[in-house]
């Protein structure tokens, strides 16, 4: 379809912000400042900066351990995020969720899951609550290639098909599960082609190729928000990190990484493509780039000023009425 | 307010009735209910009383759960029918680890108003996967409100109660208890979750039950009568907020107690209780807390089999009789 300057600088604003956050994660996790464990979606904004560009406000969004890309790209605060990840009460989670478990319900955020696939019977749950209350919104579910090996992945296809809800399934198919190739633990190439035994629409395409993405995510919100049900979108692409900050990563050949970084990274694509239409210049790509700089150091700042939770805090917010 | 003989079944039914059109964002979600009215009948006549919120599912217990639980998020308040409790262990992600967990692992930005209603127990001779009492489960997993009634009084005021909550509730219904009739409040009636009720005084001994152990004590009690015992019996129908205060008064006043329920020994409700009672009441006791509980093995077949596992009128009698020293 065809994009205005406006919308393609948009998406290439979103796509910097998740590369330069993730980057920035991986530093202040490397320098201690980040407790527990973190996973990283570097090379895959393509996937996050493309779907959640097609989506309202009120639209519904549920993420995974590998989710910070997709709080960013549905508009998640910054301060609050990096706060979240270092612990603190000014967090999203005021230090009780941290990377795995950021959410923002004023924003449709309903959360990131540290449980693989733990997100699809939630999101089901949202589908039917928007078609119960008749409204026009729209659930996404976003997850990786692991997860469609689950069986929560196949009740949810089918129960979403079944009643026709207005669900996008998207699966970031980034070539391992944790440590284990998706080629080996899959039985299809395409996890789109899992769509046909739940009689739903299974589109794969090029997850690095952000307007693609866009391109297809805005078709199967269309059908959803029509009333016409879910869609089962995969995103190919590649991930570039190990599963965790400090994995080995003794089950890859690092020149396969350095391979994909050359050939097929989102955002120097995009860029690219930005350049020659002449909507990105030298100096522009410059201000956007000092632009996200300075708003990540604010957010760190404001994360390191922030005041620890007190340990008692531990015992609040588990019931409304204790 | 007036009162009729009803059964559980019609205590359910009337909770559902006067809640779903006092809420109309409250919907039923389960396998076998709009034509079947819920395996054991308990949801008839709603369907057509509440067209198109009362909606039937595939076999799919782990987006059963979920589905009530993505509805709950998103403003929506849901009662999730299990079928049987049993199957809670093919939704045990989402009760556990995502219902239990979300409000709080969120820093509290949210409110989960989510009934998971789980029809439990024995004594149908339903075999090992259709009969077991799970709440200790429960009690263990913080995030969690565990409520199990006996008498269909407290099926009405819990299950509205219940219905009313903005935190998950899971809500254990014993199966056999479903056609025990008993005198039901008409019109609202609400037993807020965590207040215990003394249901039979007493000075000699007090017994702290649940669910089907109530039934079996208020035989075991009538025996102990014709002995000279006098127990005091506390439903205790809320294990969590569990009403220790009530508990704490009766002992100061027995010296003595016995717990029966219905599930497994090891590692029950009962434990918790014991616990609870020897470290916070324990210069009040003048004997040791016993339990009464199924043996610990899975619940089996066969009609003698089954008997011999659960426990009995005669196991609460001797147990009594041991901590009265009678």
């Known amino acids: ?322 | 307010m007036s009162e009729r003989i009803i059964s559980c079944s019609a205590a359910i039914a009337e909770a559902l009735t006067e809640e779903m059109t006092r809420e109309e964002r409250i919907f039923i979600i389960g396998e076998d209910l709009v034509y079947h009215g819920g395996i054991f009948g308990q949801f008839k006549g709603l369907p057509e009383k509440f067209p198109g919120r009362i909606i039937d599912t595939p076999i799919s217990e782990t987006c059963i759960v979920g589905s009530g639980l993505g509805a709950a998020l998103t403003g929506m308040r849901p009662l999730i029918d299990l079928h049987f409790a049993d199957f809670v262990t093919c939704a045990m992600d989402e009760i556990a680890n995502q219902s239990a967990k979300i409000r709080y692992m969120f820093g509290g930005q949210v409110k989960v108003p989510l009934v998971i209603w789980a029809p439990d127990g024995a004594g149908l001779g339903a075999a090992a996967h259709h009969s077991q009492s799970l709440e200790s489960w429960f009690i263990h997993t913080p995030g969690l409100k565990v409520v199990v009634p006996s008498e269909p009084a407290d099926v009405k005021g819990l299950l509205t109660a219940s219905l009313r909550e903005d935190d998950p509730v899971i809500f254990f219904q014993h199966k056999k208890l479903f056609a025990k009739e008993g005198p039901v409040p008409e019109g609202e009636y609400v037993i807020p979750l965590g207040k215990a009720a003394v249901k039979r005084q007493g000075n000699d001994v007090t017994i702290l039950t649940y669910g089907s152990g109530y039934y079996l004590t208020i035989e075991a009690v009538k025996e102990l009568a014709g002995l000279g015992i006098e127990a005091e019996v506390i439903d205790l129908r809320t294990l969590k907020p569990l009403d220790f205060k009530t508990i704490a008064e009766s002992l100061k006043k027995t010296y003595r107690a016995v717990v029966v329920h219905e599930a497994c020994l090891t590692g029950g409700f009962g434990a918790e209780l014991v616990a609870r009672i020897s470290s916070e009441l324990f210069d009040y006791l003048d004997s040791p807390v016993l339990r009464v509980a199924a043996k610990d093995v899975p619940i089996p077949f066969s009609p003698p089999l089954e008997k011999f596992v659960l426990p009995s009128v005669e196991d609460i009698v001797k147990a009594v009789r041991q901590v009265t020293y009678r």
């Open chain 1, 1 to 322: 379809m065809p994009e205005d300057a406006e919308t393609l600088l948009s998406l290439y604003r979103t796509m910097v912000t998740v590369r330069k956050f993730e980057t920035l994660a991986g530093e202040l996790f490397a320098a201690g400042k980040i407790p527990g464990f973190i996973h990283l979606s570097i090379g895959q904004e393509g996937s996050s900066a493309g779907v959640c560009s097609v989506l309202r406000p009120d639209d519904y969004l549920i993420t995974t351990h590998r989710g910070h890309g997709h709080v960013i790209a549905k508009g998640g605060n910054l301060n609050r995020m990096i706060a979240e990840l270092m612990g603190r009460k000014t967090g999203y989670c005021k230090g009780k969720g941290g990377s795995m478990h950021i959410a923002d319900f004023s924003l449709g955020i309903l959360g990131a899951n540290g449980v693989v696939a733990g997100g699809f019977p939630i999101i089901v749950g949202a589908g039917l609550s928007i078609k119960l209350r008749k409204t026009d919104q729209v659930a996404v579910c976003f997850f990786g290639d692991g997860a469609s090996n689950r069986g929560p992945f196949h009740e949810a296809l089918n129960m979403a098909s079944i009643w026709k809800l207005p669900i996008l399934f998207v699966c970031e198919n980034n070539c391992y599960a944790s440590t284990t190739r998706t080629s080996y633990a899959c039985s299809v190439i395409d996890i789109a082609a899992r769509a046909k035994g739940y009689d739903i629409p299974g589109i794969s395409v090029d997850g690095n190729n952000v307007l693609a993405v866009r391109q297809a995510a805005a078709e199967a919100v269309d059908r959803a928000r029509r009333g016409e049900g879910p869609t089962l979108l995969e995103n190919k692409t590649y991930r570039r990190r190990g599963h965790f900050e400090g994995d080995p990563q003794r089950y890859r050949d690092q020149a396969e990484v350095v391979e994909w970084e050359e050939k097929s990274d989102p955002v120097n694509r995009f860029a690219i493509l930005l350049r020659k239409k002449k909507i990105l210049t030298k100096d522009l790509e410059d201000e956007i780039a000092a632009k996200i700089d300075s708003d990540l150091k604010k957010a760190v700042q404001f994360a390191e000023q922030s005041e620890w939770p007190k340990p008692e805090d531990a015992l609040e917010d588990l019931f409304i009425n204790p």
